[in-house]
């Protein structure tokens, strides 16, 4: 089975968002057949979407999987499931978020998943984190991550601590 780089990001605003995330980070080194690799900085973000909702917590983790796409998104959705996500309103508050964001250099395009997330390249607190684990990266769409970043900015993110990456099983 081909090896292949792959970059999870988080996201929590609710029942304690740091532990959500910390704990989900543990939880990813778990899955079969992956190895976690990278922890991005742990970050408060301002909230990005409708209504009073709470800060965010967010982070990047980098994998290498032997996973196919769709093994290693069942497996991150058993961990958002088992973190009580619920989701009630689309762009609310949610228990903890997990998006693969790029699965080595594929483009992946179906029912169940689109790679690169279709979101990232404007989400200050998805690229900043990944920025931290890789930050000469050049998306499988050619555009490049300091750039995006540079154009985006750094506004309402602010970095709150490292993460620990934890020992191999
Ligand atoms: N806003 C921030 N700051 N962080 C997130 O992870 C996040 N996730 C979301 C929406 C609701 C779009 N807003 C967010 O899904």
Redesign the pocket.
Known sequence: MPVVTAYI?L?S?LDAPVQQVLSAVEEIAGIENTELIATSRLYR?????PGD?E??I?AVVGVHTKLAPLQLLDAIQDIENAHGRKRIVR????TL?LDLLLYGEETINNERLIVPHK?MHW?N?VLRPLADITPNLILPTGQNLQKLLQTIGDE?LSAIADIPLPEPA
């Open positions: 990001s996201g605003n973000s301002d909230p990005v979407g909702q800060d965010y967010n762009w609310g508050s949610r978020d979101e989400r607190f309402g």
